[in-house]
């Protein structure tokens, strides 16, 4: 189980950061992704890292602006947004998929579980 915390609305140019708890299983065996949706929108890949939290990716629009982290021995990921757009408004979701190797996986369908998601809205 995947659950999500940390959505509200915010201003334009604030920050936001995202966890992700998980529960049920072992978390460190678990690549973890972020993903947004927009109403009427596909789900899009944010932000992935890896089982040991090594490995890196994200979305070219947040490159540069967020950072994806987690903390193991927590069983939490976080998400942090800088520098928020009101493009950047969408429903966030966690998600986790098990894996033995140290890749990022950035495709939804990469996904087994999810949490059921936290909304962000910024305000211009």
């Known amino acids: 189980q995947l659950v999500e915390s940390g959505g509200g609305l915010v201003q334009a140019g604030g920050s936001l950061r995202l966890s992700c708890v998980g529960s049920?299983?072992?978390?460190?065996?678990?690549?973890v992704g972020w993903f947004r949706q927009v109403a009427g929108k596909e789900r899009e890949f944010v932000a992935g890292?890896?089982?040991?939290?090594?490995?890196?990716d994200y979305k070219e629009s947040v490159k540069g602006r967020s950072t994806i982290s987690r903390e193991n021995v927590k069983n939490t990921a976080y998400l942090e947004i800088k520098r928020l757009k009101p493009e950047d408004t969408a429903v966030y979701f966690c998600?986790?998929?098990?894996?033995?190797?140290?890749?990022?996986?950035?495709?939804?369908?990469?996904?087994?579980?999810w949490g059921q998601g936290t909304q962000v809205t910024v305000s211009s």
């Open positions: 890292i890896s089982r040991a939290g090594t490995k890196r």
């Open positions: 998600a986790a998929k098990y894996t033995v190797t140290g890749h990022v996986i950035t495709t939804e369908s990469g996904y087994a579980h």
């Open positions: 049920g299983r072992t978390f460190s065996d678990y690549g």
